[in-house]
């Protein structure tokens, strides 16, 4: 119990802490927020339950007011921009993320992980988006989806560096790769 | 842990949370129900001058915190204009202006104490199923204080990475990162359980 809560909170904070410190670098030289690829994570490394309760308490300090969001953005007025989807999609993300990677337990741990960042970090994460989009600013789905893909291909990089580090975790810190407790 | 609560004392503050999200939950309704240009425009005003009230210091803060929206409404006006229905965009880029605009109103005029609180109360029903609710407030401690300590982890991670390495920080920081965390999270359940546990 204790070790759930602390390794839920402690999740919670690395998203908000991989938001806050400066942008990482890729490979061909493209600074990127590493924020998305940390709900990844929660749950290909805490598993369905522990990984969306994580996400959900990250987004839930996002609406008290804390200014967690990549950048030092926060407060209630982000559920009312067109990020609102992805906010709503983060916690969902994470959910299905690691109901893939629970259910992947067949695959080797770097392969899983890859399709459950994919699963759930890319495609629920992008779908909540594309809602959001529709319903607060009134796009079509065709203006919506165009509209998203922008950040398609940066996100399924992230998905695949997801994967390699919950493989690495998994060989560092066995005992604590709770989605395959 | 840095706030968005704004440091400008106003008069807002005191008002009691729950009635301000209330109230909040009320106004974005209607900013959803309105249809025409003209009522958007005037609640875009109000807004405006609800912000203004406190003084200049408030103003130019509040104003600040709108510009993040800059690409949405370009998103918005751009492809409304592309269909050819250039009012009805500037119409949803004003609902979105004031409905973030009063959002983050109460985001600044209210303390994560007082949010707490309201978040304690929303989650009592949770008790009736055997949920402990205290578990989540000792959760939310927990990221407030430990945010702050990750990223000066994080930071000195960085500078041992551009000590070593003439190329820019890179992804695989991400990793030892992330064992630090894990690591943390395991040092605070053991001391949790040294205390007594939940």
Redesign the interface.
Known sequence: MERSLTLIALFAALVAALGLIAPITMGFGVPITAQSMGIMLCGTILGAKRGGLAALLFVGLVALGLPLLAGGRGGLGMFATGSAGYLVGYVLGAYVTGLVMENLRSLPIGPAAGVAAVTGGLIVVHLCGVLGFMIVLDLDLRQAIVTDSAFIPGDFIKAVIAAIITAGIARARPASLLSRA | ?????SPVKTRAHGWPAGAKLAA?CVA?LVLFAVQPLAPHLLFCLLMLALYALPGRQFLRTGLG?LR??W??IV??VV??WV?GDAV?GLQ?ALR?IT???L??L???T?R?SD??GV?RVLCAPLRWFGIKTK?IE???A???R??P???D???VL?QAWRARAT?????R???P???L??????H???A??ARG??
């Open positions: 842990m840095i706030s968005l609560t909040l974005t915190r993040v929206l690409p949405f998103v918005v492809w409304h269909i009805a949803i979105m409905a973030v605009g959002a983050n109460v985001t600044m209210t994560l949010m707490m978040v578990a000792l959760a939310i927990l990221v407030v430990f945010t300590v990750l990223v982890k994080g930071q960085s190329k820019r920080v890179g992804w920081i991400v990793l990162f992330a064992v965390a894990i690591d943390d999270a395991e605070v359940a053991e949790l359980r546990g939940l």
